[in-house]
């Protein structure tokens, strides 16, 4: 079982709709937990962490299921801008590396 | 913004000859990471570095590649002999301290090509 997986897409999203997408991780142990996007070939940029009672930051909202060992992103209002790859990713319990997942496709058109 | 810079951006090299990737981290940060992709794959994990020493590595950090940090400002990933399956975007990361939750700030990545 990977570590971490996600569902790669592509969502093909309106632009102002609303996209949501999860992923799932196998280690109970995992500490950590965020949201990063990464644009083609650029480096993986932190977009949000994600906390046990849920959190959000503007458009985008972060759900952790602990006990089904899931994490959520929700974008709202979908923006053409929001088109990227949404890289799931946890830090274990033994160490401080980032695990990533495969990451989510999302494509946002007019 | 202080951010983490790489260079070369794209580093092209013939099987066998080794490559040497740069990397400034963030000023005041203390821990140091290399991660890779290889094309249409996921990023992961290679090595971690603190206080001069490594702190962690994968099962792909093996004999082959090293890393120093040869003065106050740069951190290196070498790679001795490259092989053809080493073709893949490198990512320099750093990030202030080593708690699970902080953030580790990536560098625009160096596209390495082997031949």
């Known amino acids: 079982r990977k570590e971490v997986e996600q569902d790669p897409g592509p969502f093909n999203v309106p632009e102002g709709a609303t996209v949501a997408f999860n992923c799932t991780y196998s280690n109970s142990a995992s500490q950590s937990f965020f949201w990063y996007r990464q644009d083609c070939r650029k480096e993986p940029k932190l977009l949000m962490s994600v906390y046990s009672s849920g959190n959000e930051d503007g458009r985008f909202t972060a759900q952790l299921n602990r006990a089904s060992q899931y994490i959520s992103l929700l974008i709202r209002d979908s923006k053409l801008s929001d088109s990227a790859t949404y890289l799931c990713v946890v830090t274990m319990a033994a160490g401080n590396k980032l695990t990533f997942g495969g990451g989510t496709r999302v494509l946002v058109k007019p | 913004e202080p951010e983490v810079t790489q260079t070369p951006s794209h580093q092209v090299t013939q099987m066998g000859q080794e490559v040497i990737l740069r990397c400034v981290p963030i000023?005041?940060?203390?821990?140091f990471y290399w991660y890779r992709q290889i094309l249409g794959q996921k990023v992961e994990f290679l090595v971690s570095?603190?206080?001069?020493?490594?702190?962690?590595k994968s099962e792909i950090f093996d004999d082959q590649f090293s890393v120093e940090r040869p003065d106050g400002s740069n951190f290196t990933l070498k790679i001795r002999s490259t092989k053809l399956e080493d073709s893949a975007m490198y990512f320099c990361?750093?990030?202030?301290?080593?708690?699970?939750?902080?953030?580790?700030?990536f560098g625009p990545g160096t596209r390495l090509t082997v031949l």
């Open positions: 570095f603190y206080n001069n020493e490594i702190s962690e």
């Open positions: 000023s005041n940060h203390l821990y």
């Open positions: 990361a750093s990030s202030h301290q080593t708690r699970p939750a902080d953030t580790q700030y």
